[in-house]
């Protein structure tokens, strides 16, 4: 369509645009994947609901500080990745980067504070300027939830077993892990129509103090090994030396596999925290790998963090990723209080899904004649009052019209003579055999709903 569209633009040269490409790392979201994208988010909703989370929907941008406190002027988000600018009034403002810190700060401008545990579910468009590749956009889309006012392990365990939840319901997860591993290796889904595998990793950062003393050892640890270190790593031993046990240099990776290991940091009640978790998880028949290595990005997570991983997607392998954010709220300027969600990535997650269904097959209205043309409009919407789906035929001969009819999927055409019309009547084709019949204009929705049968549903 695109390059079909390019000639006309380009015969009238004095309109042409400089670029029609679209702006690096963003793009255009076509029937095909909308569907898709549409589909991971009403699957996530409707799963979350079921847990009790409800909807919430939050701006796209945000003063600045909203997302720079929280997160930490050390991370990559904050240091290299935020969209920011000043507006026409002069305030400083940034795109959303993700959707915690929104939530949060939605929590405390509405003083829903009062009214916890508070559970919600967003979706929607979030921006990072990174460097594009498979998987990784500049906007792009991020499904997520948030139980904000809980301390205990249930709310960690629960907010897991939903994304696993998520995960299943869409064909991609544990369950089917287990009977690909008998079948073999899936080769990529969308092209062999293969299943993905998923894996859960678990770790925790324990509570503030035993971060504390892991992050001294840390520190202790790297210094000593600093001018081995990549340049981002030895930015990060200062500010946030956790961050270089994510780093994905193979050089830093060296080093890190000998850094000491959080689980000889963290003191009673970290592990006892974290035990509870893994004991919900066993009890659920949940699995899952310890990654003593698995860190998150952002500065404000303590005990549980998890991450969803997938080897089908290349490098960008991590689908949904979360944890527990017992600091945020107080960072934000609310009281201490606890919190625990995740955030998944909606482009990852449609690239890895089977076809979406397909949309209900329309009926295509053909009118042959002048009469017919201004009745067809009239026609097609009593027959979308009906609850069918119906595609008005413009322009061309009758072949033209019904080979458009047969290019959308329409499972019928009605095709109005002037003729028929006198008295009341029309031509119905099945385009599934050819077949046609005329029939009253007042048994249309009835005969096309017995035709289209068992393919849709009223
Ligand atoms: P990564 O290590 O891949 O950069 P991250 O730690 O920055 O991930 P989070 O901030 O935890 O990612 O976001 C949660 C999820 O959102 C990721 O697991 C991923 O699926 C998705 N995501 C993050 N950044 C992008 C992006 N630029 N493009 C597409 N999806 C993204
Ligand atoms: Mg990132």
């Known amino acids: 369509m695109f390059q079909a569209a390019l000639p006309i633009i380009a015969g009238r040269s004095e309109n042409r645009m400089q670029s029609l490409q679209p702006v690096r790392g963003t793009q255009d979201l076509l029937p095909e994947a909308a569907r898709r994208h549409r589909r991971v988010a009403e699957t996530a909703r409707e799963l979350a609901e079921r847990y009790g989370f409800a909807e919430i929907a939050t701006p796209i941008f945000e003063f600045t500080e ?79 939830v948030e139980l904000i006012g809980v301390a205990q392990p249930q709310a960690d365990i629960e907010v897991i077993t939903l994304g696993l939840r998520i995960l299943n319901e869409l064909g991609i997860g544990k369950r089917v892990m287990r009977e690909l591993d008998a079948l073999g290796n899936p080769a990529d889904p969308c092209i062999r129509g293969g299943v993905p595998k998923v894996a859960l990793e678990l770790n925790t950062l324990g509570d503030p103090q035993s971060r504390a003393a892991y992050r001294d050892a840390l520190v202790g640890y790297f210094s000593s090994r600093a001018s081995e270190l990549s340049e981002d790593s030895r930015r990060r031993l200062g500010a946030n030396p956790l961050r270089i046990l994510d780093s994905k240099d193979p050089g830093d990776q060296r080093i890190v596999r000998g850094a000491p290991e959080f689980s000889d940091y963290l003191n009673k009640d970290s592990h006892l925290f974290f035990a509870q978790v893994r004991d919900g998880l066993d009890r659920l028949g949940i699995e899952y790998r310890l990654n003593p290595r698995l860190v998150r990005g952002l500065d404000y997570y303590t005990h549980t963090v998890f991450e969803f991983v997938t080897t089908d997607l290349g490098a960008q392998g991590t689908i949904l990723a979360g944890g527990r954010y017992d600091g945020l709220v107080e960072t934000m300027g609310g009281p201490a209080m606890p919190g625990v969600g995740w955030a998944a990535g909606v482009e990852r997650l449609a690239m890895l899904i089977s076809e979406p269904d397909s949309p209900q097959p329309p009926v295509a209205v053909v009118p042959i004649g002048a009469t017919a043309e201004g009745r067809a409009l009239v026609l097609a919407e009593r027959l979308r009052d009906a609850g069918l789906a119906v595609d008005l035929a413009y322009s061309g001969n009758l072949t033209r019209r019904l080979r458009r009819a047969n290019r959308i999927g329409a499972f019928a055409a009605i095709l109005l003579g002037d003729d028929e019309l006198a008295h009341g009547a029309a031509t119905l084709r099945d385009l599934g055999n050819g077949q046609q019949s005329e029939v009253l204009l007042t048994e249309l929705p009835t005969r096309l709903k017995a035709l289209a049968g068992t393919r849709i549903e009223f």
């Open 66 to 144: 909203v997302f720079t406190r929280p997160i930490g002027e050390t991370t990559d988000i904050v240091a290299k990745e935020m969209y920011t600018f000043t507006d026409r009034g002069g305030e400083e403002i940034t795109l959303r980067p993700e959707n915690t810190a929104g939530v949060v700060r939605a929590v405390l401008s509405n003083a829903l504070v009062q009214s916890v545990p508070l559970k919600f579910f967003y979706q929607g468009p979030m921006f990072r300027y990174e460097r594009p590749q498979k998987g990784r956009f500049r906007q792009f889309h991020q499904i997520g």
